[in-house]
């Protein structure tokens, strides 16, 4: 049972463009969120992260949004840049406990 | 880099033998965190431990085990391995217990395990 679900594989957007990742939840007691990114050969990094008492949190190019009600969160990044290209994860936990993760989107910012 | 170090880098061993990972943690954090990744799966948590004890269990096996040692470094003991534990591993660390909004986990660059 995933409970973390990031439907989109993949996703290629064009360099200044905004890359917008998606992550859907379905455990209504997640109350923390973050996104890593992840290159290859090398651990997860840790990118941003939200509470359940917010529904924005902005860090420079990147900005995630919550939206309860959907049980949906979105990162954005704005403006992509090539070095972006990397996979991110979703995650999430209640109360403190484990993460719980998604299986990851491969973004592509071409040139 | 992340100041979590894991060793061995590539381990390749045949079905039914025991390997051991190791992971050491950033300087200060006392929590550790295992985690599965197998191909087209995402990070499947396995166990963590703080402090020397064991703190939360996720999706791991029978025949996999862990611990904590006084200096915190941490190791990930397989067993009896089989050809569906081939997997990259990865250990993190945080300073805290709990997973909380300014508690975040750093990740080592992972060991890729093998099973022939």
């Known amino acids: 049972d995933q409970q973390v679900k990031q439907n989109s594989p993949s996703l290629s957007v064009q360099e200044g463009r905004i890359s917008i990742l998606n992550c859907d939840y379905t455990?209504?007691?997640?109350?923390?969120f973050l996104w890593y990114k992840k290159y290859p050969a090398e651990g997860p990094t840790f990118l941003i992260s939200?509470?359940?008492i917010k529904d924005k949190n902005e860090d420079g190019r990147f900005t995630v949004f919550l939206n309860k009600s959907a049980k949906h969160l979105s990162l954005h990044i704005v403006p992509s840049q090539p070095g972006d290209s990397a996979v991110y994860f979703c995650?999430?936990?209640?109360?403190?406990?484990?993460?719980?993760w998604g299986l990851g989107t491969s973004l592509a910012v071409n040139p | 880099d992340s100041g979590v170090t894991q060793t061995p880098k590539h381990l390749i061993t045949a079905t039914g033998q025991r390997v051991t990972l190791r992971c050491s943690p950033r300087?200060?954090?006392?929590?550790v965190y295992w985690y599965q990744q197998s191909l087209d799966q995402g990070l499947q948590f396995l166990i963590q431990?703080?402090?020397?004890?064991?703190?939360a269990k996720g999706n791991i096996l029978e025949r996999f085990s862990a611990q904590q040692f006084p200096d915190l470094h941490s190791e990930l003991n397989l067993s009896s391995l089989e050809l569906g534990d081939s997997a990259l591993y990865f250990c993190?660390?945080?300073?805290?217990?709990?997973?909380?909004?300014?508690?975040?986990?750093?990740f080592g660059p992972g060991t890729r395990l093998t099973v022939l």
């Open positions: 993190a660390s945080s300073p805290r217990r709990t997973v909380g909004f300014s508690d975040t986990q750093y």
């Open positions: 300087s200060g954090d006392l929590s």
């Open positions: 431990y703080y402090n020397g004890e064991e703190r």
């Open positions: 455990n209504s007691m997640f109350d923390y």
């Open positions: 939200i509470s359940s």
């Open positions: 995650a999430a936990s209640a109360d403190g406990r484990k993460l719980i």
